[in-house]
């Protein structure tokens, strides 16, 4: 049981170190392109469920 929670407390003060380098680093590149084309899909996706 204490094993447990030691790996708990591991986990949590990893994340926000993790959150802070990835912030650092170049973003993943999210083009416009990008973005419009998931747009599209998520209409799409939204007149499909309307539709029926």
């Known amino acids: 049981m ?3 929670i030691i790996q708990f407390k591991a986990i949590e ?3 926000p170190t993790k ?3 990835f912030e650092n680093k170049p973003k993943l590149k999210f083009t416009n392109e990008m973005r419009d084309a998931l ?5 799409i996706k939204y007149e499909n469920s309307t539709a029926e």
């Not at 747009?39 to 209409?43: G, I, L, S, T, V």
């Open 2 to 4: 204490t094993d447990n």
């Open 39 to 43: 747009r599209e899909k998520a209409r």
């Open 13 to 15: 003060k990893a994340k």
């Open 19 to 21: 959150s802070k380098d």
